[in-house]
C-alpha cells in the first residue's frame, strides 16, 4: 500500500512539477479579489432558524419565503416536489403553515464559512391545530447577502419510524 501511494504521489508530483516547467500560458488578469467575509456565531446561525420558526407563526407563507435567498433550493418535508423559485416555496408554505406549525431544534451540528453557514441536525414540529407531531432530519445553508444572512438550501426529510 505504502509502494503504492509513493509511486501514485511520485507521478503527482512529477507531472505537477512538468506544469510548472512549461511555457506560461497567456491569462488575461483577474480582478482583485476583496471578497471581506461577515462574521458569525454558532449562537448567530441559531437564531436564523429562530427567525424562520418565528415567520411560520406569522401563518404569511409570503414572509417565510423571505428568509430564502432569491437563488435557493427547498427540498420540504412533507413533499417529494423540490421548490426553487418563490412562488414554489409560497405554494409549499400555503399548506404547511395551515395545521399552525412550531419547530424545535432536538439536535443541532453548525459550521461557519466565509460568508456561509451550515446548520444540520434533528427537528420536531408540533402542529397546534391538529395536536400532531412531526420529527424530521434538517440541513439549513446559509449565506450573506450583503445585507443579511439568507437560506441557499433547506432539505427536511421525515425520520425513520424505527427511530423515534
Request: some cysteine; glycine content about 4%; overall charge neutral.
Amino acid at each position: 500500500m505504502k509502494t503504492m501511494f509513493r509511486a501514485t504521489f511520485g507521478v503527482a508530483a512529477f507531472v505537477l512539477l512538468a506544469a510548472c516547467n512549461s511555457t506560461p500560458t497567456k491569462v488575461s488578469p483577474a480582478a482583485p479579489h476583496s471578497e471581506e467575509c461577515r462574521p458569525i456565531t454558532e449562537r448567530e446561525v441559531a437564531e436564523l432558524f429562530k427567525r424562520w420558526n418565528q415567520s411560520l407563526q406569522t401563518g404569511n407563507p409570503h414572509l417565510v419565503v423571505a428568509n430564502y435567498a432569491e437563488r435557493s433550493i427547498l427540498l420540504p418535508t412533507l413533499s417529494d416536489k423540490p421548490r426553487v423559485t418563490a412562488a414554489e416555496k409560497e405554494e409549499y408554505f400555503e399548506h404547511f403553515l395551515e395545521n399552525q406549525p412550531v419547530g424545535k431544534i432536538d439536535f443541532s451540528f453548525i459550521e461557519i464559512g466565509c460568508n456561509s453557514a451550515f446548520d444540520a441536525g434533528l427537528y420536531t414540529f408540533y402542529f397546534r391545530k391538529t395536536g400532531a407531531s412531526v420529527a424530521a432530519r434538517y440541513t439549513y445553508t446559509y449565506a450573506w447577502d450583503g445585507k443579511q444572512w439568507l437560506i441557499t438550501s433547506h432539505h427536511s426529510s421525515l425520520l425513520p419510524e424505527s427511530k423515534r
